[in-house]
């Protein structure tokens, strides 16, 4: 029996999870009767919902306190180019949802849904997420007021001695450590996940998770293949492809088996050095981006929260879907850096449709069912555009400057 932990450890998350979503349909149309299986993802779900509050807050506030002041480098346009790439994803994201609408096989339960009218009660209640009381947005699952005290908090502490910063950065490994810990157990979790769904909606529920998938990774190779490589050209006016495609040669190639924008830093930064980049500029924007530059993540955000919008049968509105673009790349920017952690802000964006977090946690359940694609291909659109767009921030500079550009060197 040790020898088989010893062996099960051992293997990769991505097999282990294939493991449990092949015995999740095997017992579920074996042993249907066995309700105890299914307590597994109810298990695995209710620890997401625990430990995602804590995780919002500390990652963020971390990342803001470490952010020195007066250093000259290409950080500004470096930022811009997250920033509207991020929104962008959302953006495609939205558009493809609307174009291919997905249902998903939830528990709405008994609780009455109030769709929001339209853009202006959306932003009310977000105005009022906002200022609502931390402990409370801590208790209730209040995302967007999380992340809000996580921003504010972090300012506040960007002059603190660097004592305090490193107990936050300490503190938020620690969470991110728990987080880890937790997706551990997703290969039970996701077992019991798929033996609920299977045995209430039959085999058929797969079927939607596989449209799901289709459109995540379509718009995550849409982005890498044509709206990123448009960015670029944009900036420096060549050929972006041979950029592009070294970027995801050698950063997106083991960031989609690392599934860590985090783990993935190390190999971000011999690129860049490759690259023969700044490494006053580098050695701050490849972090960075770690934490903030998640087209893939506002890919995922908005296309599960606009499949559990189908589900539940809310009318969108245009205004609507444009603000859930900026939501989901704001709220991308908080994202952890570990296996599956943009998952865990699925429940800020819903919250700007009214959907409660008990429904908005499920969708997070269904993520990590088809987290075995879904998270390695957008850590790798991820992660390799950390180095592209620090590369064509520099690149752009150089041309405005007159100077040779060599691209993909």
Known sequence: MKALLLKWNQMSLVKRILVGIIAGVILALLLPSATVIGMFGSLFVSALKAVAPLLVLFIVMSAITKHQKGQKTNMKEILVLYGLSTFLAGLIAV???????????????????????????????????????????LMNGNYI????WAVV??????????????????????????????????????????FNSITTNGLSSLLDYGKLLLILIGCMLFMA????????????RRNPYPLVLLCLKESGITAFFTRSSAANIPINMRLCEKLKLDSDTYSVSVPLGATINMAGA???ISVLT?????????????????????????????????????LLLI????????????????VVGVGFIIGVLQDSFETALNSSSDVLFTATAEYAKERKAGGDIAVGA
């Open 225 to 236: 293949l044509i709206v990123n490589p448009l960015i670029v050209y944009a900036n420096i």
């Open 153 to 194: 908090i972090g300012i506040a502490l960007r002059s603190a001695n660097n004592q305090t910063k490193d107990l936050l950065t300490h503190l938020s490994d620690a969470i991110s450590q728990v987080v880890k810990w937790v997706i551990q157990w997703a290969p039970l979790g996701i077992m019991g996940l798929v």
């Open 145 to 148: 007021g999380i992340l809000a």
């Open 306 to 342: 606009l499949a559990a919008v189908h589900t539940l049968g809310i009318e969108v509105d245009f205004g609507t879907a444009l603000l859930l673009s900026v939501v989901s790349a704001i709220a991308a920017a908080g994202a952890s850096g570990v296996a599956g952690g943009s």
């Open 347 to 362: 429940p800020l964006a819903c919250s700007v449709f009214g959907i409660p977090n008990e429904i908005a946690i499920q």
């Open 298 to 300: 506002a890919v995922t």
């Open 95 to 137: 558009i493809a949802s609307f174009i291919f609408p997905v249902k998903l096989s939830l528990v709405t339960g008994s609780a009455e849904l109030t769709p929001p009218d339209g853009i202006a009660e959306v932003l009310e209640t977000l105005l009022f997420s906002v200022v609502d009381n931390p402990v409370s947005a």
